[in-house]
């Protein structure tokens, strides 16, 4: 094998096969393509129902609290966390703080201004993704794999928005 | 399946998807803010190759039987709103959905503003889903994939566009190789821009200057 885990990069063709193989397992096992957004519901969704006992109510709210695909796909969000983590100590590039692009491109010096930033960005990210109804893995990812129209429209949209709102940064 | 064996299923794919985002550094802000303003390429090159290697093996799965696909639906608004939302979203997060969680395994404390701001985002899209419904959430042409409106097989049609991505990338990767786009510290910034030669050594101004 070309790349091991102590290794600080592999190139981005080899990290894209791996990625595009969990489609194998994603299919087979649980019978859905890979996703990444929605798990964001079943986290609200429970979270919500200790204020508002009334959630369950909502039909959308519903069909994300319970079954094996939503808890599914809040495991592997979290193995996500765990893959980077483990990847990142066995090769030494551990983070800290923030990335110094904040303060290049948005002139963010402190990390208390960087959490408000990216907790703005994260609340428009998921309701964008929501409304389109996935991201990057769920219309990307799976839905041009799947050849879905709609993932095409979704796709062309996303990079258009990330153009324009990075076209308002500095350039570096 | 039983919730817990997902559960396991789950951590273990999400185990192998967060290796491949952090040794990629495709979860680096720089990289991501850096394909925005088309400086970088690697986030295409990992799209793309993922999007590729899904045709294939979607294409062997579905013309083995083994497998139905599952298509989203086709809404017009939706799709334009919510995707100009999401791709700002990401560049403000500097990450997508999934590398959120990517950059709080490698240590980026920021990314944990990103996951509430997140989380708080689907929570609204939760209680405005029954409003939104009628308005851009139902009717269009329902599950619309492209080998379907071609009457053609969708095997056939899926090998086509894993050519097109694959010659796409080929190129890509000639006019700019990923090892240029990495950057010192492996995180996208100190990348030479367009035009100047890819081999000074990062970050530096050229010698004309």
């Excluded at chain 1, 208390?112 to 960005?121: E, P, Q, S, Y």
């Excluded at chain 2, 803010?33 to 062997?60: D, E, H, S």
């Amino acid at each position: 094998m070309p790349y091991g885990l102590r290794d600080k990069a592999w190139s981005p063709y080899a990290a894209g096969v791996l990625i595009g193989l969990l489609q194998i397992p994603a299919f087979l096992l649980i019978n859905t393509a890979l996703g990444a957004s929605s798990s964001y519901v079943t986290v609200a969704a429970h979270l919500a129902s200790l204020a508002d006992p009334a959630v369950g109510g909502i039909r959308y709210a519903a069909q994300h609290m319970e079954g094996a695909k939503n808890w599914w796909q809040v495991a592997m969000v979290a193995g996500i966390a765990l893959g980077a983590f483990a990847s990142s100590r066995l090769s030494g590039t551990r983070r800290r703080g923030f990335s110094p692009i904040w303060t290049r491109v948005a002139g963010v010096r402190s990390l208390g201004g960087r959490v408000l930033m990216g907790t703005a960005g994260g609340f428009v990210m998921l309701l964008g993704a929501r409304i389109a109804d996935g991201c990057t893995s769920g219309h990307g990812i799976s839905g041009l794999a799947q050849l879905s129209v709609g993932s095409f429209i979704a796709v062309g949209a996303m990079f258009a928005g990330g153009i324009l709102a990075a076209a308002l940064m500095k350039r570096i | 399946m039983s919730v817990l064996l997902a559960v396991v299923v789950g951590l273990l794919m999400g185990a192998v998807f967060g290796v491949a985002l952090e040794k990629s550094r495709v979860f680096e802000p720089g990289m991501i803010i850096g394909q925005f303003q088309f400086r970088n390429f690697i986030m295409l090159k990992i799209f793309l190759t993922a999007v590729t290697t899904g045709l294939v093996v979607l294409a062997a799965l579905d013309g083995l039987g083994l497998i139905r696909l599952a298509p989203k639906a086709t809404l017009f608004a939706a799709d334009v709103g919510g995707g100009l939302l999401l791709g700002a979203g990401i560049a403000l997060a500097g990450a997508c959905p999934g590398t959120v969680a990517a950059q709080i395994g490698a240590g980026y404390r920021d990314a944990l503003g990103t996951l509430a701001g997140g989380i708080a985002g689907a929570g609204l899209f939760m209680y405005l889903q029954p409003v939104l419904e009628p308005l851009i959430l139902s009717g269009g042409p329902g599950k619309l994939r492209v080998d379907v409106a071609l009457g053609a097989p969708y095997w056939a049609v899926a090998l086509a566009f894993a050519a097109l991505w694959m010659a796409i990338l080929v190129v890509l990767e000639r006019w700019r190789p990923w090892r240029t786009d990495l950057g010192a510290d492996h995180d996208g910034i100190g990348v030479p821009p367009l035009g100047r030669r890819p081999d000074l050594p990062a970050g530096r101004a050229t010698p004309a200057e």
